[in-house]
């Protein structure tokens, strides 16, 4: 595989993951809870299919998406809930 | 809830961004190239995931899963367990490729397959596949 292309396409996945993180409202690792836990585990295995051009960058960035926003949907769910309950 | 439009902004500009790529000519960064699928495929034969192998054949082949299922376990039959499968790249024009994926077997020693493959929505698609010993 050409290792421009691979350089390439690790820059884009790097600087995608990095601005849905941060726009996601996750700064550190220290914030994290179970639910962050387990999205980090399922984006780690989807990185790798884009890294290895296995799948499209169009289709990572859709998987990285979706599981951000049900990620920040679940957080707003547990705040007000938690908001609700007290 | 900015968040949650940040995210969707950020996934927003990064599918415009990739989209521009193909629209602008890119057949090998943004997506994978013809011998990354070609090789996928023989890995799905190889793995006996023939519904998995579907996926990159282009809709418009006469390619069925029935196809891909007979093919596999005659390999399977005839060249025991697979060892290593490793895409070659080949000749690629600007909506046409022709690639091949080497599969390194138990009892039958290096086996080709060649492929034609053509740009559909962006992506490459199998249109033909055949068996070379």
Same mark, same amino acid.
């Given at each position: 595989m050409d290792p421009?292309?691979?350089?390439?396409?690790?820059? $884009?996945? $790097?600087v995608i993951l990095l601005a849905l993180m941060r726009a996601s409202g996750k700064r550190t690792v220290k914030q994290g809870s179970p639910f962050d836990f387990t999205v980090a585990l399922i984006l780690a295995d989807v990185v790798d299919d884009a890294l290895w051009a296995e799948v499209a960058v169009s289709q990572f960035v859709i998987a990285c998406g979706t599981l951000l926003v049900v990620h920040v949907l679940m957080d707003i769910a547990r705040f007000r809930f938690g908001e609700a309950r007290s | 809830?900015? /968040?949650?439009?940040?995210?969707?902004?950020?996934?927003?500009?990064?599918?415009?961004?990739? &989209? &521009?790529?193909?629209?602008? =000519?890119?057949?090998?960064?943004?997506?994978?190239?013809? /011998?990354?699928?070609?090789?996928?495929?023989?890995?799905?034969?190889? &793995?006996?995931?023939?519904?998995? &192998?579907?996926?990159?054949?282009?809709d418009r082949s006469s390619i069925t899963l029935t196809t891909v299922r007979l093919g596999g376990e005659a390999l399977h039959e005839r060249a025991g367990d697979i060892d290593r499968v490793e =895409? /070659?790249? =080949?000749?690629?024009?600007?909506?046409?490729?022709?690639?091949?994926?080497v599969l390194t077997t138990h009892r039958g020693g290096r086996i080709r397959y060649a492929c034609s493959l053509e740009r559909r929505n962006g992506l490459w698609k199998i249109a033909k596949w055949e068996e070379i010993r």
């Amino acid at each position: 595989m050409d290792p421009l292309r691979i350089a390439i396409r690790a820059l $884009f996945v $790097f600087v995608i993951l990095l601005a849905l993180m941060r726009a996601s409202g996750k700064r550190t690792v220290k914030q994290g809870s179970p639910f962050d836990f387990t999205v980090a585990l399922i984006l780690a295995d989807v990185v790798d299919d884009a890294l290895w051009a296995e799948v499209a960058v169009s289709q990572f960035v859709i998987a990285c998406g979706t599981l951000l926003v049900v990620h920040v949907l679940m957080d707003i769910a547990r705040f007000r809930f938690g908001e609700a309950r007290s | 809830m900015s /968040e949650l439009l940040k995210v969707m902004l950020v996934t927003t500009v990064a599918l415009g961004v990739t &989209a &521009a790529a193909v629209i602008y =000519g890119d057949t090998r960064t943004v997506v994978p190239p013809p /011998e990354s699928v070609v090789e996928q495929f023989a890995r799905h034969v190889a &793995a006996r995931r023939y519904d998995r &192998a579907l996926q990159h054949i282009d809709d418009r082949s006469s390619i069925t899963l029935t196809t891909v299922r007979l093919g596999g376990e005659a390999l399977h039959e005839r060249a025991g367990d697979i060892d290593r499968v490793e =895409g /070659e790249p =080949g000749i690629t024009a600007e909506d046409s490729a022709t690639v091949s994926a080497v599969l390194t077997t138990h009892r039958g020693g290096r086996i080709r397959y060649a492929c034609s493959l053509e740009r559909r929505n962006g992506l490459w698609k199998i249109a033909k596949w055949e068996e070379i010993r």
